[in-house]
């Protein structure tokens, strides 16, 4: 698998439900960032987790990150409609420019 | 609240036509990225830009792309000769500065499709 993959690749829930994606990674990392794209449209920055954080929280969102299994996962509580989209981990590496490596993405239907 | 604007928002071209995407980063970041993504797949890497050159390009930045920064605020993408299988969303994108703690802020994108 490439850098950055996330599971599940959809998920459907209610409204009110809490939705988890998980993100794995291959290289060493200095921070992942996710993103939320609707469709068509530009990438929004969620949150930038650091690679010597362990959790961030935002509003609804938590983020997690284990340096030690190359993984993250993204929890959005009580999730609504408008959170309708696709949801994407980027990873940026130690031996890059700062270019992201970004995973093909969870789709994300919250049904009201 | 500072943001990265492109133009056009959608471009259409006959294949073999040279295409030029604008981008516009962030007044005081130095870091500047164009990635693309094909309609349904994942968005890729193709260049990053510092100290007006190119710092790192993946497989896809081929001899037909080329970049450039020509007035201090402008940043630009050059496809020559586009093909068909350039039809994507072109995203710019531009970062304060190094360290690995800094976002990166994207544009809106611009939609190419090449006939």
């Known amino acids: 698998s490439q850098q950055g993959e996330e599971d599940p690749q959809a998920l459907s829930i209610q409204e009110g439900e809490n939705a988890t994606m998980n993100c794995s990674y291959k290289?060493?990392?200095?921070?992942l960032q996710w993103y939320r794209q609707n469709s068509g449209r530009g990438l929004v920055h969620l949150i930038l987790?650091?690679?010597?954080?362990r959790e961030k929280h935002s509003g609804r969102l938590r983020v997690t990150l284990d340096t030690s299994k190359k993984s993250s996962s993204l929890l959005i509580t009580a999730s609504r409609a408008a959170d309708t989209a696709s949801y994407f981990c980027?990873?940026?590496?130690?031996?890059?420019?700062?270019?992201?490596?970004f995973g093909a993405g969870t789709q994300v239907v919250v049904t009201p | 609240e500072p943001e990265v604007t492109q133009t056009p928002s959608h471009q259409v071209t006959q294949m073999g036509q040279e295409v030029i995407l604008r981008c516009v980063p962030i007044?005081?970041?130095?870091?500047f990225y164009w990635y693309r993504q094909i309609l349904g797949q994942k968005v890729e890497f193709l260049v990053s830009?510092?100290?007006?050159?190119?710092?790192?390009k993946s497989e896809i930045f081929d001899d037909q792309f080329s970049v450039e920064r020509p007035d201090g605020s402008n940043f630009t993408l050059k496809i020559r000769s586009t093909k068909l299988e350039d039809s994507a969303m072109y995203f710019c994108?531009?970062?304060?500065?190094?360290?690995?703690?800094?976002?990166?802020?994207f544009g809106p994108g611009t939609r190419l499709t090449v006939l």
């Open positions: 290289t060493s990392i200095n921070n």
């Open positions: 987790i650091r690679s010597n954080e």
């Open positions: 994108a531009s970062r304060v500065g190094g360290g690995s703690y800094n976002e990166q802020f």
């Open positions: 980027a990873t940026v590496g130690t031996d890059s420019w700062g270019k992201f490596q």
């Open positions: 830009f510092y100290n007006n050159e190119i710092s790192e």
């Open positions: 007044s005081n970041h130095l870091y």
